[in-house]
């Protein structure tokens, strides 16, 4: 008996310290739109620290992008930073300027190759400039996304609509066909919401305007007052005003989303990471999905997040955060995200996996995030990046309530917010240049 009581306690010491040699680290991670995303990430961390022996993943779910970046800041400053955080990859480049991440070289030491050669060998280039800072790659993608045209089948076939609109001409167009007031039917809806929704609908309009939101290769400058954005923001303020086919007033997705559900609205520019949601939610009508029209040219922009870990953790959380980093970008498991989600898997190897190219052949739907690749963008990405995007979707959201507001003045105003904002910034950059 003893002998037994003997072994059982061996056995349980033994169990403990294999517990308690689980090195552990903190993973922050968002739900930044609708779905069930909160429960799957929740599933995909323990299917992890079920799988092996090494490491202890603590998941903590933030909310949207710009509280994920605000609680994992905090997290870092009270000396408890995170070792791996989901963050929208328009941060990184003010995270790196300010010194509060890693370069990602730190982590990939713990592996057999360097972090921006796995970047570039490993993921559609249309999201690489996003990951790095000065040619240093600060982050890994881990699910990305582009704008997107949803738009209601059924009600297309009965206004006599057979294809959905290619340019802002035919939007227009077939917003008209929609709108039947007297149902308190819309013909389009856009989010204007100052939670980067608005500002990232607008930069994809720019674009397909023919022009640029900021300049890529420096985060001190951005192109609100240009001829190319103002354009956008006078055909948005349009569609309210003038031609009548959208609400007035600042529109959040879950407003549209609901509107789409129940009938009331025709076509909707909402996050090819929401195809999952709008799928699962659209059961009285055919969802269709289709690229963002084009005025100038075709062209959106990526959104989406990357794999960002903060200074002050150990070597030991280092190992341990390269660890699932590799877990979660694997083809396997960023290709279930993907499937899961709506957003499309930035690790180009996912599609070659038999589950996905099950999953596009069965919803072609899918494809379309793929096929809006060749005209995709970076994220505008600046020093202050919330600051700054806000001082144009702050006016965005006056323009959809006053339709005495120029879409000129609107975009000075941003434009003198914005610059004074970076001014610290462009200062110090001045400042730093040899003379």
């Keep these: 008996m003893r002998n037994i009581q003997a072994l059982t306690l061996a056995v349980t010491m033994m169990t403990a310290c294999a517990v308690s040699a689980k090195q552990s680290i903190d993973f922050m991670f968002p739900a930044p739109v609708d779905g069930k995303l909160t429960m799957e990430m929740t599933r995909v961390i323990k299917e992890f620290n079920q799988s092996q022996n090494d490491v202890e993943v603590r998941g903590i779910f933030t909310g949207n992008y710009d509280t994920t970046k605000v609680k994992a800041e905090a997290a870092a400053k009270s000396g408890e930073p995170p070792a791996l955080v989901i963050m929208s990859a328009n941060f990184t480049a003010d995270l790196a300027i300010k010194n509060e991440i890693l370069p990602m070289d730190e982590l990939f030491k713990y592996g057999n190759q ?237 599609y070659d996996t038999p589950e996905m190219k099950d999953y596009l052949a069965k919803d072609p739907r899918a494809a379309i995030a793929l096929d809006q690749l060749k005209f995709a963008m970076p994220w505008y990405a600046t020093y202050e990046t919330v600051a700054v995007r806000q001082a144009m979707e702050n006016q965005l959201g006056a323009l959809m309530n006053d339709a005495k507001l120029t879409p000129e003045a609107a975009a000075a105003e941003a434009q003198k917010q914005a610059d004074a904002i970076m001014k610290p910034y462009n200062e110090q950059t001045a400042l730093s240049v040899p003379k």
């Design 114 to 350: 360097k972090a921006t050669p796995f970047l570039s060998e490993n993921f559609w280039p249309a999201m690489r400039q996003n990951a790095q800072v000065n040619g240093v790659t600060y982050a890994i993608p881990f699910h990305n996304s582009t704008p997107i045209l949803y738009y209601n089948k059924d009600m297309f076939k009965k206004a006599g609509i057979d294809h959905p609109p290619v340019d802002w001409a035919e939007l227009l167009a077939d917003a008209k066909k929609l709108t039947d007031e007297s149902k308190g039917q819309w013909g389009v809806m856009l989010p204007s919401t100052n939670d980067d929704y608005g500002a990232w609908i607008l930069s994809a309009l720019t674009r397909a305007n023919g022009g640029n939101y900021f300049n890529a290769d420096y985060p001190g400058e951005v192109y609100y007052n240009q001829p190319s954005t103002i354009g956008a923001l006078r055909f948005w303020q349009n569609l309210v005003y003038r031609d009548k086919v959208m609400p007035a007033g600042v529109l959040n997705s879950k407003q549209i989303s609901a509107a789409f559900f129940s009938g009331k609205l025709g076509m909707a520019m909402l996050s090819t990471g929401a195809l999952g949601f709008m799928r699962e939610n659209t059961k009285d009508f055919e969802l269709g999905v289709a690229m963002m029209p084009k005025e100038v040219r075709n062209a959106v922009t990526i959104g989406g997040a990357s794999l960002v870990s903060f200074k002050g953790i150990s070597d030991e959380q280092k190992k341990a955060a390269f660890t699932f980093l590799q877990y979660l970008v694997s083809p396997k498991v960023n290709g279930s995200w993907s499937r899961f989600t709506g957003y499309f898997s930035p690790r180009m190897a996912s």
